[in-house]
């Protein structure tokens, strides 16, 4: 069933050095008790001028126990962003343990990963529209159990079209525990109308808890970033052609948490953060095709959490959202000069950010989806 939301606009000041800009903070109605969060955003160019792109959350709803999305569109004939519809995706759920959410370029296919906290099973969903979807009665969506157990913690997804088979191939990492004493990095892949084929890139690993967008795609090869207890920060590259053939390099010893990275043009980015509870540090680093090696920098300090997510821009330029002084933050990296953006929302806002950036119509502008203190999902876009 289609609910349609209305924004509600917020007065929001941006800070960056001496200069204030306004920027707007608007919320997704009926959000109240949003728990964790995702979204993508995906434009295409259908040639003669003609274009359309999406917007996509995905969120746990505490209140009906359910996960749901909320999306919003545009196209050439229709450029302004349409209102919020919110779907319900799955309603069958006590409590989940992360979601992400990836959005299909080549039609607007939706795909939701997410962690089902009583079974411990990883589900992926994936919106096939009209009534024949089994995630519920007349559902618009398909839902599928990818690990029926020891699922821990939260799960990425990616998605890409594959021309040959003339649908997606969708790529999930997740960490399971099959024991008390070992966590495993695990990655799930389906081609098409196969079936899963699941893969382990780690075992007998450490403590780790991935961002919502912690993998990325460099054409058809995965990549993941995230953190390990006691190890530090690290990428794992899929090298093939055999599902579990993985290498993986270690970015920063002394990072962090909530890795998310992004590739676009060769370029490989991640943004995460690292430090105590009491000095919390955002950090970047960068892959060099030239020396193999990944440069580590620190943008901003004094953060109010422990997340991070990072997008590139169409120009190349790196975006990161985060939280400090209660409030969603931007970092913009511009020929490698960071400047820092902070805005100021009503009832302390800017938990569990996510950042994307809306690339059509020029110029790029960023969009942060984050939550209040009363788990309303807002979104403050430049």
């Known amino acids: ?10 007065a929001a000041i941006l800070l960056v050095g001496s200069e204030a800009m306004a920027w707007s903070t608007a919320t997704i109605s009926g959000t109240s008790g949003a728990g964790v969060t995702a979204q993508d955003y995906t434009w295409k160019d259908w040639g003669g001028g003609t274009w359309d792109k999406r917007h996509s959350v995905a969120y746990w709803d505490s209140a009906s126990n359910a ?4 999306r919003r569109d545009a196209s050439s004939g229709f450029p302004a962003w349409s ?14 343990d992360g979601i992400s959410v990836a959005i299909g370029k080549e039609d607007d296919a939706e795909f939701v990963a997410y962690v089902d906290d009583t079974t411990h099973s990883l589900k992926v969903a994936r ?16 839902c599928e159990t990818v690990v029926a157990a020891d699922v821990v913690n939260s799960p990425s997804i990616a998605v890409r079209f594959d021309s040959a088979l ?7 990492v997740y960490t399971f525990e099959p024991n008390s004493k070992e966590t495993r990095l695990g990655y799930a892949r389906k081609a098409g109308g196969a079936p899963w084929s699941t893969a ?3 075992a007998n690993a450490g403590f780790i808890r991935l961002a919502s967008d912690a993998i990325a795609l460099d054409g058809s090869a995965p990549f993941v970033a995230y953190d390990e207890a006691l190890v530090g920060v690290q990428v794992s590259q899929f090298l093939g052609p055999a599902l579990g053939n993985w290498v993986t390099t270690l970015v920063d010893a002394n990072g962090g948490a909530s890795a998310s990275m992004d590739i676009k043009s060769n370029r490989r980015e991640i943004a995460y953060t690292s430090g105590t509870a009491s000095s919390i540090e955002l950090k970047h680093a960068w892959w060099s095709a030239m020396t193999g090696a990944w440069t580590v920098s620190t943008v901003d300090t004094a953060l109010g959490a422990w997340d991070a997510s990072l997008v590139i821009d169409d120009a190349l330029n790196a975006h ?14 511009v020929s490698g000069v960071w400047s820092t953006t902070g805005t100021v929302t009503p009832f302390a ?8 950036v809306d690339t059509q119509l020029s110029p790029d502008k960023t969009i942060l989806v984050h939550s209040n203190s009363f788990g309303v999902i807002q979104i403050t876009s430049e």
Not at 131 to 140: E, M, P, V
Not at 349 to 356: D, K, N, Y
């Open 349 to 356: 806002a800017g938990l569990r950010p996510t950042i994307q």
């Open 83 to 96: 209102s919020w519809v919110t779907e319900t995706v799955d309603s069958s759920l006590s409590d989940i």
């Open 67 to 70: 996960v749901k999305v909320a």
């Open 166 to 172: 003339d649908n997606y191939v969708v790529h999930v």
């Open 320 to 333: 990161i959202g985060y939280r400090k002084s209660n409030a969603p933050w931007r970092a913009k990296q």
């Open 1 to 10: 069933m289609f609910r349609v939301s209305q924004w509600t606009l917020a």
């Open 127 to 142: 919106r096939v529209g009209g009534t024949a979807g089994n995630c519920g009665f007349l559902s618009q969506w398909s």
């Open 200 to 202: 382990v890139i780690k």
